[in-house]
């Protein structure tokens, strides 16, 4: 399971409104709109088309940022969250 | 007639409720061109039912079958939710917030909330001292230019808000009282000749205001986030817009500040707004 | 891995990333009801079960059962207002005209209404604050 591969949207499947801490984010496909927080923007803006898998994501992750709880397993619960609102695909 | 930048095309089984708008609505234009934007019917379910126990059931270019029909003495009252629901399902030009608005210099201020929060009230109050009155229901929102249009129909007074809007404008026509309707007790005012004679004035936006009636006076900001959303449930054809709707909603939560405002009566919540806007 | 430099030399730090606890949130997803706001404005009703299936019965669940199933109720005679469902979900008092079991079925059924049954949108607009 963990060796899937996080696909996201392409650049202009999404529109982003970034709010205050919070991000609105309107997936163009669904119609829909999300309210994101940190890192989940983030995660979104790193996965890109190409995808990647979890463990590649935590290590991109952690070279563009210093991540002050990172753990394998909260990364897994926000790509989770990510799949369920039909953001991330899960191949 | 024609309330704003929407035509309406009103059909009715019964002359009493047509008479009733016609005659509060005389000074309010006709339609720019013949074609209307929305038609409202108000119909018989059964052909007996025209005079028999008489009840009104609403429709028009939409339909939501479940709606209950309503006394034929509350035709009015009929008429305005068959208005509202075909605005609310069919709107597509605007984005529709459920909120008044009142308009100073250009700039508008809006007021959105639950029923009883008192943004009714609130724009006929601000109104009576010299705000021009844009709406007290739904304010037009247009995605392409940010600006907000006037929708100025019959204020809907309901229960204790009859008198206080009474009491700011004793010269207003006022509609048949309509009381223990679905809703409580109902009356409606039209709203003044300088309000009908604006209403194709559009004004841009600078203050949002989420009033809560019946607490101590008190004054928050709201941050963007819980703003954004509320307005998202506050706007019924934000979905429906999608993108546009997005667009529009995000960059009004950016471009203007929310508030809170908690007020004992009328007389503090006019204080509170005219400190806010004094201090914009 | 390798820390910035600025151009004199001095290291800056990398900005900060909280990945959350794993049993927290990062996504919320808008679902406004479709009629929360024109059923606000409509006096709306709920029949039990939809005018299609009126001959049929409801179990103590909720379910829509071939007349006369054992244990099962009744269709109700005439459609429920919206205020009433509210009433009875927020207090426990039967619905109107009902005992405590058949009222139990009926608030059951309400409860599971899907978009596109009859009386979905009155009840959807029943769950938002009424705008």
Known sequence: MHDAVYRAPPIDGLLIAPLDEFTAVYHRASGITHLLTEP??????????GGLSLDALLDRL?????????TREALAARLDELVEAGLVEAA | MRIGPIGFRIGSDWRSPIAQLE????????????????????????????????????????????????????GLLAAEMAMNLQMALGARRYLLLHASAVERDGRALLMTGISGAGKSTLATLLAAKGWRFMGD?????????????????????????????????????????MPATPKGDIRHMVPDAGAIAAMDVPARPVLLVFPRYGFEAETRPVSPAEAFVRMTQA??????????????????????????????DGASAIEQVEALWAAL | M?????????????RVLALGAVTAGAVVSIRPALAQTAGSVLNCEIPVPDPGRAGSYIDANGRV???????????????????????????????????????????????????????????????????
């Open chain 1, 40 to 49: 989940a923007p983030q995660i979104l803006a790193v996965l890109g088309e």
């Open chain 1, 62 to 70: 952690a070279e563009d940022y210093e991540l002050s709880d990172g």
């Open chain 2, 23 to 74: 005659t509060l609505y005389r000074d309010y234009p006709k339609p720019t061109d013949s074609i209307p934007d929305f038609t409202v019917r108000l119909f018989a379910r059964r052909p007996w039912r025209r005079l028999i126990r008489p009840s009104v059931e609403i429709g028009g270019d939409y339909m939501l079958p479940e709606a209950a029909p309503l006394p034929l003495r509350q």
């Open chain 2, 137 to 177: 229901e739904f304010a037009l929102l247009d995605p392409a230019t940010g600006l907000v249009h006037a929708f100025p129909r019959l204020i809907s007074l309901k229960n204790e808000a009859i008198a206080t809007a009474e009491a700011a404008w004793p010269d207003a026509r006022m509609g048949p009282l």
């Open chain 2, 235 to 264: 706007s019924t054809n934000y979905v429906a817009l999608g993108e546009a709707g997005f667009h529009a909603l995000t960059g009004l939560i950016a471009e203007v500040p929310s508030v809170a405002i908690d007020y004992p």
């Open chain 3, 2 to 14: 390798i820390p910035e430099h600025r151009e004199d030399g001095v290291p800056t730090r990398r």
């Open chain 3, 65 to 131: 059962v071939p007349a006369r199933t054992k244990g099962a109720f009744p269709s109700s005679p005439r459609p429920f207002k919206g205020e009433e469902v509210k009433r009875s979900m927020a207090t426990g008092r039967s619905l109107p005209g009902t005992d405590s079991e058949r009222s139990r079925a009926y608030v059951n059924y309400i409860r599971r209404l899907q978009r596109g049954q009859g009386g979905f949108t009155c009840f959807a607009s029943l769950q938002m604050p009424r705008a």
